[in-house]
């Protein structure tokens, strides 16, 4: 986990030692990675998008590194801000570039990915959940992704957003809650 690092680790990477930087860097890519796919989900060859994310923000982290000072906040607060960021700029990008794309040549051989339906069905359920998520406060929206998809206890969480363990589980509740009864609604307009 993020929110597990070392302080010590983190002054010695920011003060340039490479042994550090690579450790520090190794230590924090999980976590982002499985942030990125929360925060981009599963359609088509998201989790490649994801692991690319989180790629660059490892790079961002590196490049800002040298400029970290402790302030108060965990180092994990300045991961995450980098990563909230660089999410948002690969949403933006991918929303540029949702061309359909055709392939010329067939294959010679039978394609072992999902079919259109799948793939359509997958889509489909990851832009139902997302529009889920998105209608969700900010704050209640990165609780529910930190805690559930990126796997952060809440004390760690409550560090990264400025509450108490308690008041992060009382927000993931409601959070939860008010995505049942959105889920309920969605399919309730669907049965209809």
């Known amino acids: 986990m993020i929110?597990?690092?070392?302080?010590?680790?983190?002054?010695?990477?920011?003060?340039?030692?490479?042994?550090?930087v690579a450790s520090l860097l190794s230590d924090i890519r999980p976590g982002l990675v499985r942030y990125c796919r929360a925060r981009l989900?599963?359609?088509?060859?998201?989790?490649?998008?994801?692991?690319?994310?989180?790629q660059e923000i490892c790079l961002a982290v590196l490049r800002a590194l040298p400029r970290y000072r402790r302030q108060g906040t965990p180092f994990a607060a300045f991961v995450y801000a980098i990563a909230g960021h660089k999410v948002a700029d690969a949403q933006r990008a991918a929303v540029r570039a949702a061309a359909v794309t055709v392939t010329d040549t067939p294959l010679d051989r039978p394609d072992a990915e999902p079919g259109p339906e799948q793939q359509a069905l997958a889509s489909d359920l990851a832009r139902r959940?997302?529009?889920?998520?998105?209608?969700?406060p900010d704050v209640q929206r990165e609780i529910v992704v930190l805690r559930v998809a990126?796997?952060?206890s809440a004390e760690e969480v409550g560090t990264l957003v400025g509450m108490s363990a308690a008041a992060v589980r009382v927000a993931q509740s409601r959070a939860l809650a008010r995505l049942r009864t959105l889920a309920a609604d969605a399919l309730n307009e669907v049965a209809a």
Request: charged share 25%; proline share 2%.
């Open 129 to 136: 959940l997302s529009s889920l998520l998105d209608r969700l």
């Open 150 to 152: 990126v796997g952060l």
């Open 41 to 54: 989900g599963r359609v088509g060859d998201a989790f490649v998008t994801a692991d690319d994310v989180a």
């Open 3 to 20: 929110t597990a690092i070392e302080p010590e680790l983190v002054h010695r990477a920011a003060q340039g030692d490479r042994a550090a």
